[in-house]
């Protein structure tokens, strides 16, 4: 069975600064694998998602991932946070069961 | 447009009862499912259909029952059997046929049993 790790409970950055959020995943074959975002009271928008291919993944509001299957991980990144930004973030992995396995979340606050 | 509609977005019952809540869509996806959400421990599975009239139990399956009579609809019910059922519940859907294909959510109904 799939399962997936983000390490970070909270992190908090400063608005303008760069981010990047830590995702672990374990699952025997090649995963897909998908960052989705919460705002407070609402439900989860797909951020990107990575199947196959280039292993660097562009998303919506100007997140990127990176897969790295040495070291079983999909690590979201942004180069310039907004105030915006601030909500909780979720790494998922999928299989050929239509299912799929969500980490924990990790909040993240943006500070002005 | 198309999405997923949750109904009521909060709801209160009282212990002992069971409540049912609401999750349509009109994406024409055939996959539906439900999730729980509780503070840090992410979105646990409940049910999930892949196909009308047929469902399977997800992870936490006990003290919940489903239905899928209609492609659009996939209620959840809650019954007095589920021992702790204060959460937020989340529906969501996805095209069956795309393996790996990304879920999309509703925006989600939070249940207060007192």
């Known amino acids: 069975a799939q399962s997936v790790t983000q390490p970070d409970i909270h992190i908090t950055v400063s608005e303008g600064a760069s981010l990047e959020l830590r995702c672990n995943y374990s699952y025997g074959a090649t995963p897909y694998l998908f960052w989705y975002v919460q705002s407070p009271g609402q439900g989860l928008q797909l951020l990107l998602k990575?199947?196959?291919?280039?292993?660097l993944v562009q998303g919506i509001k100007g997140f990127e991932a990176e897969f790295k299957r040495s070291q079983s991980s999909f690590n979201l990144r942004k180069p310039s946070v907004h105030w915006s930004d601030a909500a909780e973030y979720f790494c998922?992995?999928?299989?050929?069961?239509?299912?799929?396995?969500f980490g924990a979340g990790t909040t993240v606050t943006v500070r002005a | 447009d198309g999405g997923i509609t949750q109904s009521p977005k909060y709801l209160f019952r009282k212990e002992g009862q069971n409540v049912t809540l609401s999750c349509e869509q009109n994406?024409?996806?055939?996959?539906m499912y439900w999730y729980r959400q509780d503070p840090g421990q992410g979105l646990r599975l409940i049910y999930y259909s892949q196909i009308v009239n047929d469902f399977q139990k997800g992870d936490i399956a006990e003290g919940y029952s489903v239905s899928r009579e209609k492609k659009e609809s996939f209620p959840l019910t809650v019954t007095s059997a589920q021992k702790n059922p204060t959460a937020f519940y989340l529906c969501a859907s996805s095209i069956r046929t795309a393996t790996g294909s990304p879920l999309h959510f509703g925006n989600g109904t939070r249940l207060t049993v007192t």
């Open positions: 998922a992995v999928g299989s050929n069961d239509y299912k799929l396995s």
């Open positions: 994406l024409n996806h055939d996959a």
């Open positions: 990575y199947f196959s291919g280039d292993t």
